[in-house]
Nanobody, 121 residues
């Protein structure tokens, strides 16, 4: 089944840490960019961090130095390590991946179901 399954969200106090995981399933040939987005209550969904197939990373300024994105290609999984969390990091976090499935010649962009991260002050 072609899907992204996220885990690792929860409730944490300000200054704490959480690690999000997102695993892709299906018959996969390769994965290009893998990213994390977040959507705070009443706001739009925005990019948090992305990691390319060459392991180059990008981050939104507000999380630089606190969040780290990484990937394990053998497990088709992307991670987001979040440290020094702040109340303003509270949001639903979504992963996104551009996946080339076996037998296809085009990449498919998939979204995870979202995982809630709540940071209390």
């Amino acid at each position: 089944q072609r899907q992204l399954v996220e885990s690792g969200g929860g409730l944490v106090q300000a200054g704490g840490s959480l690690r999000l995981s997102c695993a892709a399933s299906g018959s996969i040939s390769s994965i290009n960019t893998m990213s994390w987005y977040r959507q705070p209550p009443g706001k739009q969904r925005d990019l948090v961090a992305g990691i390319m197939s060459n392991y180059r990373t990008v981050y939104v300024d507000s999380v630089k130095g606190r969040f780290t994105i990484s990937r394990d290609n053998a497990k088709n999984t992307v991670y987001l390590q979040m440290n020094s969390l702040k109340p303003e990091d509270t949001a639903v976090y979504y992963c996104n991946a551009d996946i080339l499935y076996t037998g296809s010649d085009t990449y498919t962009s998939l979204w995870g179901q979202g995982t809630q991260v709540t940071v209390s002050s």
